[in-house]
Each structure stands twice: as structure tokens, then as C-alpha cells.
């Protein structure tokens, strides 16, 4: 049987303080941590959540394709996400996100409102499963 693996990808060092991982790896399957839209301010050097739910739809995305790459899988890998999110508004705005990343090839999915999340400006979390090919 397969060993579990963690996924940290390279320049997201942080992770190995801390008591989770970005991503965890046993055979084929990739399970995805819950992802907000955080990210280090270029000029402050904190972290930080910019935008509305749009914007922050995007930038967790591109976290998520960040752990794809490090594993050598795609979007097309992606079989469920699951949306935790504050409001319903802007919401129908995530569409387009959702079409430039997955194209007409969606995945399976859950959308949970809920009253807040652990970042405090977080509008959104995403988790997600992966299965891979090799």
C-alpha cells in the first residue's frame, strides 16, 4: 500500500510549522486543503487578502494550480471542490473563473455559506480532490 505524502510546494516552506499541508498525496489521490486568497503583500512582506470574491476566486485558483504543477497534474485532475463562502454576493462573477481554469470540463462541486472563516477578509475557502494518473 501507498505511503501518504505531504505536498509542499517550493517557496511554500512556511507549511513545514505548521500542523497541516497544502496537499496530501496516497496513491492516486490528491486531497487539497482548504485554500482562502491569502497571499505576501510584495511591498510589506505580510500576508494578506486583497479584493472582492471575484479576484479572491482567482488568486485561490492559482494557488491550487501552483500544487497541480507540483505533482505534474492539471485541472483536468480535479474531480470535486468544495466553496465555503461568507455571502452569495458576486457569486455569479466566480462563473468566468471557474470557465479559465476548468473550461466547459467541470468538476463535481459543493457551495457552503457560512457565517465566517479562519482569515478574517477571506470571502471564499476552496478545498479540493484531485485524482492523478500516475
Not at 54 to 79: C, N, P, S
Not at 100 to 125: C, H, M, Q, W
Amino acid at each position: 500500500m501507498s505511503k501518504r505524502q505531504a505536498i509542499i510546494p517550493k517557496g511554500w516552506e512556511i507549511y513545514e510549522h505548521l500542523t497541516f499541508a497544502p496537499a496530501v498525496r496516497k496513491g492516486n489521490m490528491l486531497f487539497v486543503s482548504g485554500n482562502d486568497a491569502t497571499e505576501i503583500d510584495a511591498e510589506t512582506g505580510k500576508l494578506v487578502i486583497k479584493g472582492d470574491i471575484v479576484q479572491q476566486y482567482r488568486t485561490i485558483y492559482e494557488k491550487l494550480k501552483v500544487v497541480l504543477d507540483t505533482v505534474g497534474a492539471t485541472f483536468d485532475d480535479v474531480v470535486w471542490t468544495c466553496d465555503y463562502i461568507r455571502s452569495k454576493e458576486g457569486y455569479k462573477g466566480t462563473v468566468a473563473v471557474r470557465r479559465e481554469y476548468f473550461g466547459n470540463s467541470f468538476p463535481a462541486s459543493t457551495g457552503i455559506v457560512v457565517k465566517e472563516l479562519l482569515s478574517r477578509d477571506a470571502l471564499v475557502e476552496m478545498d479540493a480532490i484531485a485524482i492523478l494518473d500516475k
